[in-house]
């Protein structure tokens, strides 16, 4: 018998890393066979757009697990990619000058989805702008070319396909993907204290996220078929 860590609170063991997320982003597929290219904005002296420059800053190979809050988990994903300390360090900060306070990060992406974290949160040491993960680069199912990987966050923070990331000094500008409550967003999101969702208790959302995951995820599949049919 292998004995496996036990998973965070809440979480089961799924084998497969499939493409995952909210309903409406399932058919807004994003095919980007391309370099990164990220628009750096918010409350800060110069905006920038980054391409070359991220191969600038130290290669990170890094073994994660991977959690998301309707409770699937799956472990020993293999991701490589930057630092998104290294990032902000050496490209943000000396380039863009963000003011001191600017601490509300958020992100958007090419098939509209956004989500907000602290720069406390982003700036540990397990925090990717990843590329390529077990070995491919990013592709239509996992966020390419260049997602965020925040192992200790659920995966709803983790946002895929980046096209922007903002450092703003509060949350004026955001608000989570349209229709979709707000209160499905925990300003920190952390899973070792099962931050899953504002407000609504733990034995409520587990219940109900495990409900919606499956057709989620059928949802999610169906919508590559179609895409890689049309395709070919
Ligand atoms: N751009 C974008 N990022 C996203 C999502 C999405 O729909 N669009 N879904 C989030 C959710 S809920 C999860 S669990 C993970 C799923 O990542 P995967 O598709 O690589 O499994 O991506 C997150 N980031
Ligand atoms: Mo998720």
């Known amino acids: 018998m292998t004995n496996r860590p036990a998973l965070p609170p809440g979480q ?23 370099a990164p290219s990220l628009r750096i904005r918010g409350d800060l002296k110069q905006e920038l757009t ?13 073994l994660s697990d991977f959690h998301c809050v ?14 998104f300390r290294d990032f902000y360090h050496n490209i943000v900060v000396p380039q863009c000058l963000p003011d001191s306070d600017s601490h509300f990060v958020v ?16 700036l540990r040491d397990n ?16 966020g390419g070319p260049l997602r965020l990987v925040a192992p200790d966050h659920y995966g ?8 922007s990331i903002e450092f703003w000094r509060d949350s004026r500008y955001y608000r989570f993907p349209f229709p979709y409550p707000n209160l499905m967003d925990h300003p920190r999101g952390r899973v070792e204290y099962e931050e899953r969702a504002k407000w ?11 409900v919606l995951q499956a057709p989620a995820r059928r949802k999610h599949a169906r919508a590559v078929k179609a895409y890689k049919g049309s395709k070919t």
Request: aromatic fraction near 12%; charge should be positive; hydrophobic fraction near 40%.
């Open 12 to 34: 089961r063991l799924r084998q497969s890393f499939d493409r995952f997320g909210l309903g409406l982003f399932a058919n807004r597929v994003v095919d980007k066979n391309t």
């Open 156 to 163: 709803y923070k983790s946002a895929k396909h980046l096209e």
């Open 200 to 210: 609504l208790p733990n034995w409520l959302v587990r219940p109900l996220y495990r």
């Open 70 to 83: 309707t409770t699937w988990s799956v472990v020993g994903l293999k991701w490589s990619g930057y630092r």
């Open 107 to 122: 992100f958007r992406s090419y098939d509209g989805y956004a989500v907000s974290m602290s720069l406390h949160d982003l």
């Open 127 to 142: 925090v990717l702008l990843a590329d390529n993960v077990d070995g491919n680069p990013l592709g239509i199912e996992h």
């Open 50 to 62: 980054v391409t070359d420059q991220l191969q600038s800053l130290d290669r990170v190979d890094q």
